[in-house]
């Protein structure tokens, strides 16, 4: 499984971005995805997760009201939309796949099988 994340870029605060993630592959529809991002000097965060389904969405605090996690799989494609941005989103934000479909570890880093290669969010104040 290969998995391309886009859509970064530099916003101001209080701007909007839409990350999106493809999956290479079939077997998309059956796996949890999950977001994840990094900022130098600092370990990889969870931001949301989403079950294959679409069924079960789960948020970092951090991020709860202002991001959404949603996914196509008709389009093997998983997306975030990020509003009401702020400077402390700025990181390098990854996607990553876990095969197990209804996973409760959407938030462990570990549990994912399959990662991305990151796109850059910067948000200026």
């Known amino acids: 499984v290969q998995l391309q994340a886009s859509g970064g870029g530099l916003v101001q605060a209080g701007g909007s971005l839409r990350l999106s993630c493809l999956a290479s592959g079939r077997t998309f529809s059956s796996y949890t995805m999950g977001w994840f991002r990094q900022s130098p000097g600092k370990e990889r965060d969870f931001v949301a997760g989403i079950i294959w389904s679409g069924g079960r969405t789960t948020y970092a605090d951090s991020v709860k009201g202002r991001f959404t996690i949603s996914r196509d799989n008709a389009k093997n494609t998983v997306y975030l939309q990020m509003n009401s941005l702020k400077p402390e989103d700025t990181a390098v934000y990854y996607c990553?796949?876990?095969?197990?479909?209804?996973?409760?570890?959407?938030?462990?880093?570990?549990?994912?099988?399959?990662w991305g290669q990151g796109t850059q969010v910067t948000v200026s104040s």
């Open positions: 990553a796949a876990d095969i197990t479909p209804d996973s409760w570890a959407v938030a462990r880093a570990a549990a994912y099988h399959y």
